[in-house]
């Protein structure tokens, strides 16, 4: 009997582990600080995020999960502003456009050192674009897309990049690009150190050198990555942080857990569920990400009674959208009208959205010859995004809206990689999808997913309107601003009418942290410089 | 049973090579395009075709698989479609976390299964065995999810006892050596560091422990109870000696039998079992290794990832094959 207890309390031993051991020593904010020098320790930021990075090359890679580490490693020679996409200084202190929008002059800021102590100079920013220009889509794929090719393509837009002196390079285009600025700032086009392109190869990925307000320390894939202070960095009295750590926690809801519990120290992918359980925790703070971008529901326009304009707009005021935003993103969203976010420049919004109105849309389909309802698909989302947390949920309701009007809407759902290629291949009646914005450019969202160059790629509506497309051409011409968002606002017109999507939602997507970060604002691109940020 | 031995290992030729042949064909017959997937929603139609024909996959299946075969023979798993990186050379630390994992998954599993299926046993039908076989079938059929999350709300949050993510602390990392982070930190002498590190396999361990728990403890339940009616634990018995020798000398050998194959399936099953506990707690192993690949159709990654995880599954039942002789004389191998 006294050996049943003997292995009974063995057994409750082990069950209760090492408990004893006392409590977790990751809760303080300031652990393994060991800060060189006798300054005051900046602490470590430990940010939890869905997955891990594909690479840390930011040239060679399209996934938001590396973008948002290589913004801390590299620079790029403009920069947007801390919460909008207006176009700033970095490497380049100065630029100047020539009358004609095809010369563009850096002016570019001295003294800038590489990680591996190599300079920063006019030399090094050819060299970079020189690399781009000579690559592949495959190795090179936002080069392409952002400036039309590579050397030698017809559509390629940089006719040459020369260094006029150490610190001056001059951009010469083929055409005009009215976004050439705002695609300069973006994550790919960071400046790498040359010295270690050539010193790396193939492995510069895994030993990214660039100026950033970080240094790359150590990856370990699936786990962490690890970045430490760049001291030499450019911006005076920047960064405030000794490190900062990346770590991979896949899902949501365990992610949350290791936040409250201190292990890391700031999140993004909140549940919106969940925005009010941290907001009412003292330790804790949200932050919202402001909204670049579109969820929507993709009416496939040469499809059964799709293919009829006043059947795609009756569906569209059969939808209420707020709904849709005060059961699954706690609000934080605001009901979309055009297939682009309010923060981006030539957003039309003279645009009346289409009013939640059962009769007015038996109406429309009582005119379209369907006053009996007509049968179709509906595509729900399998993985959740910021622009569609639940895509399951979603079409649960609009499913419900339908019906009101006697549309019987039929879910159906794939595993993503086989939900893309069917719906590129226009398999969908209908199909939840959205879009995150890559420059903060209107052309980014109508060109890219409604123009009719763009079926059998993004443009998965098979939406053609001759029309459009010549506006939406032309546009991408057009140097004056204001004449572009006069463009643009016609564009939006002519979409809204043809009614190829039900545009749903321009989410804020959450991000919670503890509550002694500060200087920490979220970028909408979705991919946040921590240089300001402090944490106690 | 050298020559029992080497028969069987000839015999995992032919297996592992139906095991490529059938898992290569089947992951390439799941619609989804591995190019698509890489480039992105953004991508272009020429972009997919072009990316398709550097990658090789534009080949006839038959030709991909025969120069998978050929590199297979040179020790070369491939290449990731994903990261370009080369998997012979990054798979070691994703098998290293997992088979830390699983090890200690299954050391509690055993130890307590084994226990609470034998003092089930011996105090039958009484409220220790009922209580321990109802936790049994519950422990059997319960999410692993689910049970993740609610260790973690219960011994991270509220008690605060446990870390919930992770293989160590980060704000104080152990440098990898062998990957195994028991190993590593006792390498370099850190009993803090040690010590945190068992922390955080307490909870994924007995997340992943569970399942094989319930079933070994059932099963040394029933096996025991045929034992312990066989003349010579009545003898025993009868002779007045203690509980604890009838159990652990004269009963177990004998009852361990069925248990150990049992163990040997389990441990094989721990490989699946762990996608999920890894994607819960956050850890870096083969299960959400070979998972992410299959969501991205990185065909050589889930290919070579099975592959291994498959010839860790034959060895393991090979091993237990290899025990039953150990443990019982009467069963020979020739």
Not at chain 1, 155 to 182: C, M
Not at chain 1, 430 to 436: A, C, E, N, Q, V
Not at chain 2, 56 to 80: E, R
Not at chain 2, 99 to 117: P, Q
């Amino acid at each position: 009997m006294k050996k049943t207890i003997y292995s009974l309390v063995f057994v409750l031993l082990l069950s209760i582990g090492l408990a004893g051991c006392g409590g977790s020593n990751e809760t303080n904010g300031n652990g393994g600080g060991d800060s060189e020098g006798g300054e005051a320790s900046g602490g470590t930021l430990i940010f939890g995020r869905g997955g891990d990075s594909v690479s840390l090359d930011p040239a060679s890679v399209t996934d938001g999960e590396s973008f948002k580490v290589t913004k801390n490693i590299f620079d790029t020679l403009l920069d947007y502003g801390d919460d909008n996409t207006d176009v700033q200084e970095a490497l380049a202190k100065d630029w100047e456009v020539s009358e004609d929008g095809k010369t563009y002059t850096f002016t570019l800021r001295e003294g800038v050192k590489f990680h591996d102590g190599t300079d920063f100079n006019a030399d090094a920013v050819v060299y970079n674009f020189e690399r781009w220009m000579n690559g592949t889509e495959e190795a090179f794929y936002y080069y392409k897309s952002m400036f039309g090719g590579f050397k030698g393509d017809e559509g390629h837009v940089i006719e040459s990049v020369t260094a006029t002196d150490d610190y001056t390079v001059e951009f010469k285009l083929k055409r005009p690009q009215a976004p050439f600025l705002k695609n300069i700032a973006m994550s790919p086009f960071a400046i790498a150190s040359p010295d270690a392109l050539e010193k790396q190869g193939d492995k510069f990925g895994e030993n990214p050198v660039g100026t950033g307000p970080f240094v790359f320390d150590q990856w370990s894939r699936n786990d962490k990555i690890v970045l430490n202070k760049n001291e030499d960095y450019w911006m005076e009295g920047y960064p405030k942080l000794d490190s900062v750590i990346f770590r991979a926690i896949p899902d949501n809801s365990a992610r949350l857990n290791a936040l409250m519990a201190g292990e890391i120290d700031l999140m993004d992918g909140l549940n919106p569920s969940d925005v009010q359980q941290v907001e009412d925790n003292p330790d804790l703070q949200t932050f919202f990400r402001p909204s670049m971008n579109v969820g929507y529901l993709g009416l496939t326009t040469n499809r059964g009674p799709l293919k009829d304009k006043l059947v795609r707009q009756a569906l569209n005021h059969a939808v209420d959208k707020q709904a849709l935003i005060d059961s699954f993103y706690a609000g934080q969203a605001e009901p979309a009208k055009n297939p682009m976010p309010p923060v981006i420049g030539g957003y039309n919004d003279e645009i009346e959205p289409y009013e939640y109105d059962v009769e007015k849309a038996k109406e429309l389909l009582k005119e379209a010859g369907y006053e009996d309802g007509f049968e179709m698909e509906l595509w729900a989302m399998p993985v959740p995004r910021p622009y569609m947390p639940d895509g399951q949920k979603v079409a649960e309701v609009l499913q419900k809206n339908f019906a009101e009007i006697g549309v019987k809407a039929e879910i159906k759902s794939y595993e993503w990689a086989t939900y893309l290629e069917k719906a590129r291949n226009g398999e969908a009646d209908s199909f939840l999808l959205g879009w995150t914005g890559d420059n903060g450019d209107a052309d980014n969202f109508l060109y890219v997913l409604l123009d009719q160059d763009n079926i059998g790629s993004n443009n998965y509506t098979y939406y053609e309107n001759q029309e459009l497309h010549d506006i939406l051409i032309e546009a991408q011409s057009t140097p004056d601003e204001e004449e572009r968002n006069k463009l643009y606002a016609e564009a939006q017109e002519i979409i809204h009418e043809d009614a190829p999507w039900i545009p749903l939602v321009h989410s804020k997507p959450a991000l919670g942290g503890k509550s002694s970060i500060e200087g920490f604002t979220p970028h909408p691109t979705g991919s946040d410089k921590l240089t300001k940020v402090t944490i106690e | 049973m050298l020559a029992y031995t080497v028969r069987r290992l000839l015999m995992l030729i032919p297996v592992l090579f139906g095991m490529t042949l059938i898992v290569f064909f089947m992951i390439r017959a799941i619609p989804g395009d591995p190019a698509q997937v890489i480039l992105g929603q953004q991508a272009t139609e020429e972009a997919i075709k072009s990316l398709t024909k550097q990658l090789g996959l534009d080949q006839p299946w038959y030709l991909q698989y025969v120069d998978y075969i050929k590199n297979l023979f040179t020790g070369d798993l491939g290449t990731s479609l994903r990261t370009s990186s080369d998997i012979s050379g990054e798979i070691w630390p994703y098998l290293a976390a997992t088979l830390e994992l699983s090890l200690v998954a299954m050391v509690i599993a055993i130890f307590i299964g084994v226990n609470a299926g034998i003092i089930s046993a011996w105090f039958q039908n009484s409220w220790f065995d009922y209580t321990a076989m109802v936790l049994a079938l519950v422990g059997v059929s319960m999410p692993v999810f689910w049970l993740g999350l609610m260790e973690q709300w219960a011994f991270s949050l509220e008690l605060g006892w446990l870390p919930s993510t992770g293989r160590e602390n980060v704000r104080n990392p152990v440098e990898a050596i062998t990957h195994l982070y028991l190993i590593d930190t006792l390498i370099q002498g850190r009993m803090d560091q040690f010590v945190e590190v068992i922390k955080h396999l307490i909870l994924p361990g007995i997340a992943l422990g569970t399942i094989p728990m319930a079933i070994i403890a059932r099963m040394t339940r029933s096996s025991m109870l045929e034992v312990m009616r066989s003349d010579f634990v009545r003898t025993a018995r009868a002779k007045g000696t203690g509980m604890f020798w009838v159990v652990y000398k004269h009963s177990l050998k004998n009852a361990f039998i069925p248990v150990l194959t049992v163990i040997g399936l389990q441990m094989g099953l721990l490989l699946g079992g762990a996608i999920l506990t890894e994607t819960i707690f956050g850890w870096p192993g083969i299960g959400r290794y070979i998972y992410d690949a299959i969501n991205f159709r990185d065909y050589p990654v889930i290919q070579s990832g099975i592959l291994i995880v498959a010839i860790i599954f034959v060895f393991i039942n090979l091993i237990v094959d290899l025990l039953y002789a150990a443990i019982d004389p009467r069963i020979k191998y020739n």
